[in-house]
């Protein structure tokens, strides 16, 4: 029997609207749900996004093994160039999706010229092993 905890970690998106980002851990292995981020209230003036806070993916980034990505809505993808661009590029996990989220995240990281990451498209009821 393991002795070896799962760590379910809410970065964002937990009681609140948008930047949904949760870390799955297990071993010192990470696998990050979604990357959301926020659209601005008519409040935060000056502001043109909020992104979740992820400084602990940074000090992780090396034990991080893929990132999944339920769907494309921006508070679901919105916040991936930023995660990638803060993991390095030595440090890009590959990116798992369906096949419209995919093209809607390839799409994303081209605008923000971020090349050589890794995408898999995933079918419906496909597993896969992280």
């Known amino acids: 029997m393991s002795t070896s905890k799962l760590r379910v970690l809410p970065l964002g998106g937990l009681g609140e609207i948008g930047k949904n980002m949760t870390v799955v851990e297990y ?6 749900v ?15 996004l909020v992104l ?3 400084s602990y993916l940074r ?10 990505v339920t769907h494309g809505h921006e508070d679901h993808l ?5 995660v990638l661009r803060e993991l390095g590029r030595d440090n890009m996990p590959p990116i798992y999706s369906g096949p419209l989220t995919i093209a ?3 799409s994303k990281l081209e605008e ?3 090349k050589d990451v890794e995408l898999h498209e ?5 597993d896969i092993d992280l």
């Open 27 to 32: 071993e010192d292995r990470i696998v990050v």
């Open 34 to 48: 979604d990357v959301g981020l926020r659209f601005p209230t008519p409040e935060m003036v000056g502001i043109d």
């Open 52 to 54: 979740p806070d992820f």
């Open 59 to 68: 000090k992780r980034a090396k034990d991080i093994e893929a990132i999944v």
């Open 78 to 82: 919105g916040t991936l160039p930023w």
């Open 104 to 106: 809607m995240a390839r």
């Open 112 to 114: 923000h010229k971020l």
């Open 122 to 126: 995933i079918d419906t009821g496909q």
